[in-house]
Structure formats: C-alpha cells, structure tokens
C-alpha cells in the first residue's frame, strides 16, 4: 500500500520511539507512574516546557483536552473555540460530556480565532442566566494547518487572562507549529501566555500517549484525581512516559515535525503547477488543503487514501508526516496528474 496522506495518524513510528518501548520493557517497575521512565520524562518535559509545570501523560488527544478543559472549569462555564477545531467536531461531544460547559464556536475561515470574534461571546459576567465565559481554546497548529504567529498568541493570552479567562491549547500538532515558527517549545507556550497544553506526540512519531501541561501548578491541584476519574490513569506509564523521554531528547520532536513540514511544502509547491486545482489555506505546517475536481477525487483515491474535507466545494485535506518523502510527494502527484490526462 501507498503512503497514506489521509492523516499523520496513519503513519508508524519512529525507530528511535521503537527502541525507547524495548528499553523500557525489562523487568519491573512500581505501576500508574512511580517510576523511573515517567520521573525522567517529566524531567525532560520541564526542561522543554520550564521547571515551574506540572505534567500528566494520558493515552489520547481527546482525553488530554478534556481533561484539561475539565480542570479549570465548572459547568456553568463556557468554552470559546473555533468552529473548525477539533474539539467541537471530533470528539463525539466529549468535551460538553465531561465538563459540562456550554461550547461556543467562534467562525473561523482559515482556522483561526480572531480577538474581535470572541469579544462577541464575552458577556454576561456575573448574570446567573446566562454561562460564563471561562476558556479560550485553540488549536496550533489549527485544523487548517494553519499557526498562530507569536504576536497572535500572545494577543489572546493578554485578552483572556484581562478578562479573568484561561488560554488552553490544543497541541496535537504543537511541534509543527513550533517547527515553521523557528521556536522552542517554551516560547510557544509558557512564555505566550498558555495556561493549559494539550501537548501531542502520536501525529509526529509515536505510538500513542499525550502530555497535559499545566503552566501555573495552582491550576493543577488535585488534578491526579481527575485523571483517575477519567480512565487516563496507565498501570504501564513506562511505556508512555519512554516515548516521551526519547521524543524530546537529541531534537527528535524537531526533527519529525520538520520532515512533515517540508514535505507539505514541496507537496504544495507541485500542485501549484497544476491549474485545475486550487491550494486554499496557506501551508504553514503539515497540511495542504486544496479544491480538486469532483470527478478525479475517487479516481485519485484508487491508488491514495486521503479525506474529502468539504464535499459541497470538493475541497480536500492531504496530510504528509514524519516518514513521507520525496518520492511519495512525486509519486501522488503523478498520479493526480495522470489522473487529469496529463501524463
């Protein structure tokens, strides 16, 4: 089968991901954490993130920012986020479920969240009629793969904390974004303003598991309970805790994130020679988001498995990863373009 360009969920992992498993599978440890994988890792996720975090590993990307989300909320709160992102169309409503907070959705064309645009959800204080504002979540890189620069982060961060609010991120593809930005970690977060990180390994090389950071250790209190009470709580976390060891150890995370970057990138710079289709967000991460003709799509589909993002414009989502190389990218293009006669 041919590389997959469907999602970055779809590829393998890392062989140095592969090697931190094996390692830590050797005799026994103490379970849910007490050991010495998940106290070295934890040390490397300060190292990254700054030493006055506090870090949770958990299984998936839902959970992490649920989770999080519940942490700082009560449920007569409400969730800011944009009306493209992940956690208002694909978690199965597990974010209302768990917190039980009213979601707002905040249009955004290109994925992102404006300053202007949440101000209009931000009223009510103090009114027991209506939800409080409490949360502004975002995604970096966003559903679009698109990234919030810098000045933008930290524009919301000033926004919502003047407000009495919290900034979550979710970081599912925080490693591209950091990756195309030419930062660290800590400068995309914790020196951004970012209160809660929703931080995401298994679309950039690893098996499965995510990090929950939380950048004031007031905002985490107790939150070893939540996590219990949320089935996120591993017996194994060695092998959670390994991965995220090797992860952010010799540039790994960097180093992943930059291969799938480029490889977007040489994607976009090709379908750009072909006219008849029309690249529509701008390639900022790992994702190219283009208006194909409706007749090619399942014919290129045949030999290539991707997602139809919007069927009524026959827009598509094509997604390279850590492992996608150049020739994969000249393999589906030249596909596409057999597939519109011109080869």
């Given amino acids: 089968m041919k590389k997959s360009f469907a999602s970055d969920n779809n590829s393998g992992v890392h062989p140095d991901i592969f090697e931190a498993i094996a390692a830590a599978n050797n005799g026994h440890v103490i379970a849910y954490g007490d050991d010495p994988f998940t106290e070295r890792a934890i040390c490397k ?24 989300l519940k942490q700082i909320t009560r449920s007569y709160h409400s969730i800011l986020c944009s009306d493209a992102s992940h956690v208002n169309n694909d978690e199965c409503g597990a974010p209302e479920r768990f917190t039980g907070c009213k979601q707002i959705t905040v249009p955004s064309p290109n994925g992102k969240i404006s300053i202007e645009d949440a ?10 009629h209506h939800s409080q504002p409490k949360v502004i979540s975002i995604a970096q890189a966003t559903e679009y793969g698109t990234v919030y620069s810098l000045p933008e982060i930290e524009a919301i961060a000033a926004f919502a904390h003047e407000r009495g609010l919290l900034l979550h991120v979710d970081g599912a593809r925080l490693c591209n974004a950091a990756a195309y930005l030419g930062v660290n970690l800590r400068r995309l977060t914790a020196e951004a303003g970012v209160d809660v990180l929703s931080f995401g390994g298994a679309k ?35 092998f959670i805790s390994a991965q995220f060891e090797a992860y952010l150890s010799n540039d790994l995370w960097r180093k992943n994130a930059e291969q799938a970057n480029a490889m ?33 799509i399942p014919k290129i589909q045949e030999k290539f498995f991707f997602y139809v993002w919007n069927e009524e414009t026959s827009e598509v989502r094509w997604m390279t990863s850590f492992d996608t190389i150049p020739e994969d990218i000249c393999d589906f293009v030249r596909h596409i373009r057999k597939c519109l006669g011109k080869e």
């Fill in 119 to 128: 101000a209009k959800h931000i009223h009510g204080i103090g009114f027991e």
């Fill in 45 to 68: 996720v300060k190292e990254h993130f700054g030493s006055d975090c506090e870090a949770y590993f958990v299984f998936g990307g839902t959970a992490a920012n649920v989770l999080g």
């Fill in 264 to 296: 977007a990138l040489m994607l976009a710079n090709e379908i750009e020679k072909i006219p008849e289709i029309k690249i529509t967000q701008k390639v900022e991460s790992n994702a190219v988001f283009a208006i194909v003709p409706a007749e090619i």
């Fill in 204 to 238: 950039n090389g690893l098996m499965y598991g995510e990090c929950i950071i939380f950048f004031d250790r007031k905002l985490a209190e107790n939150f070893k309970y939540i996590r219990k009470q949320g089935m996120q709580l591993a017996s194994k976390m060695r």
